[in-house]
């Protein structure tokens, strides 16, 4: 099993930018596939981005060039780079370990116009 635990959500401004990270413990290993996920109120979970273990990143569509997913393998972190937010990035993101189906707890960012 994996634990994955979230952190660097928050309240910004559009235009502004976030950092996420996911740090993950047990059985987490760079053969895992990562993901980001993100709920908005109201609507279904959607993925955000992911990444594979060798780094090959891919975007939603809705956030192509503005959001940057990246991995740190020795430190077992993955992390989501938010850039030019608007106010419907606002949601509870969630990182996703797919080997182990394992979710964190979420964390909240919300994006004031």
């Known amino acids: 099993q994996v634990r994955l635990v979230e952190s660097g959500g928050g309240l910004v401004q559009a235009g502004g930018s976030l950092r996420l990270s996911c740090a993950a413990s047990?059985?987490?290993?760079?053969?895992?596939?990562m993901a980001w996920y993100r709920r908005a109120p109201g609507k279904q979970r959607e993925v955000v981005a992911t990444?594979?273990?060798?780094?090959?990143?891919d975007y939603a569509d809705a956030v192509k060039g503005r959001f940057t997913i990246s991995r740190d393998n020795s430190e077992a972190t993955v992390y989501l780079q938010m850039n030019s937010l608007k106010p419907e990035d606002t949601a509870v993101y969630s990182c996703?370990?797919?080997?182990?189906?394992?979710w964190g707890q979420g964390t909240q960012v919300t994006v004031s116009s």
């Open positions: 996703y370990c797919r080997k182990y189906n394992s």
């Open positions: 047990g059985q987490f290993t760079s053969l895992n596939t």
């Open positions: 990444i594979t273990p060798g780094g090959t990143p």
